[in-house]
Each structure stands twice: as C-alpha cells, then as structure tokens.
C-alpha cells in the first residue's frame, strides 16, 4: 500500500484544533461545521506538466480525503440542525468515506464527541488533546521517512550495480555480453546473477518495507 502523504494526514490536526477553537468561541455545533465545511479550500492542480505527472496519485488521494472531509461536515452539520447526536452522525458515515485512513480519523472524532455528550467532559480541550496526537504521528512519519530513505537509495543504487559493470566493461574495451552469452557457462553465469540481483532487490524491498511497518 502506498504510503499516505502529509498533506492528507494534516487535513486531521487542522480540522481538530479549527473544531476547538469555534467550540470555545461559543459556536453551536451547527455553526462549527458549516463555518468548517465553508473553510474548506479546493486543491489546486500544479501547472507545471512534470510536477501534475510526479504527483498525479497523490493528488488523488489527498481529493479523495477532501471530499471525504466534506462528507463528514455535511452530515455532522445537518444532524445538529436536527438536534440528533452528533456521535450518532460521524459513527454513520464513517463506513461510507473512501479512504481507510479517513474511516480511523472520523472513529475518533466520534469517541471524543460521545465521550463529551454522554459525561459532559469539556470537548474543546478532548480535541486539542486528539489534534497533538495527530501531529506527534505525522512527526513520527517524517522521521521515520527521514530515516528510511538512506536505505532505500543504497538498495535502489545495488541494484543497477550489475547493469553498471557490464556498461564498464564495455568501456574499457571488453567484451563481457560476449563472454556471457558464448558459452553454457558464460550462460548458465548471467541466468543465475540475474536472479541473484532479482531476489537481492526482492529482499531489500521487504526488509525496507518491514522497517517501516515497526515489524523488525
């Protein structure tokens, strides 16, 4: 699965302390959900036609998390007009949101928001607490993403290190195609060093993906 980027995962932090800080000037919780639907800024495209290509997925998936953030208020802002539950409502269209980091966030939210009507805990102050814990993870994030990138680029840069050789070789007046590919032994060599290299990479991309799910 692709990693998820930062810009989707700050869309969270925002939206909580933006929630808390409408909750403490007294806004309804109505008005805190339309005047957050209403904040909501369109994405702009890059206009630059590598930058739109380089980032083309993860544009889709940051729309996705926008629209499933639209989602959210739209319902959360029509059943407080209604006077239900504002849990009830986030419990509901939780399920129905695309992505599945979006389905973690709104469970959340709704804990607070039940945890609050049900005990009258200050709900502002839940928010703020739940908005530094989205920010410690993105923290977390970067610096684990910081941390992994060294190895990723060592085994990107082994891997073409077979490829490289041959180029060498090449360069330097030999003639190694030939001497791989003119005998059963020259054969039989270049088969099996090409599924060493294939399972090298395999290997260095489990080992990296592994690290980055804390499973070693």
């Not at 270049?190 to 980055?212: D, H, Y």
Request: charged share 20%; hydrophobic share 45%.
């Amino acid at each position: 699965m692709k990693p998820l980027s930062i810009d989707e995962m700050e869309l969270w932090p925002n939206l909580a302390w933006r929630m808390s800080a409408l909750l403490k000037a007294g806004c309804s919780p109505a008005t805190v959900f339309e005047r957050l639907r209403a904040e909501q800024a369109p994405i702009e495209a890059p206009s630059d036609p590598l930058e739109r290509l380089l980032t083309a997925s993860d544009r889709a998936a940051l729309t996705a998390a926008r629209e499933d953030l639209d989602t959210v208020l739209s319902c959360c802002a029509r059943s407080a007009r209604g006077g239900r539950p504002v849990f009830s409502a986030l419990e509901t269209v939780g399920s129905s949101l695309a992505r599945e980091y979006s389905r973690a966030r709104v469970a959340e939210l709704a804990a607070c928001w039940m945890i609050s009507e049900r005990t009258g805990a200050g709900l502002a102050e839940t928010l703020e607490r739940l908005a530094r814990f989205y920010e410690s993870e993105i923290d977390l994030t970067q610096a684990r993403d910081s941390a992994m990138s060294g190895p990723k680029s060592t085994g990107h840069i082994l891997s073409w290190l077979p490829l490289l050789g041959l180029g060498l070789g090449m360069l330097m007046g030999t003639d190694p195609l030939g001497v791989l590919f003119g005998s059963v032994p020259g054969v039989v060599a270049a088969v099996l060093g090409l599924g060493l290299a294939l399972v090298g990479r395999r290997w260095t991309a489990r080992l990296v993906t592994s690290a980055e799910r804390g499973e070693l």
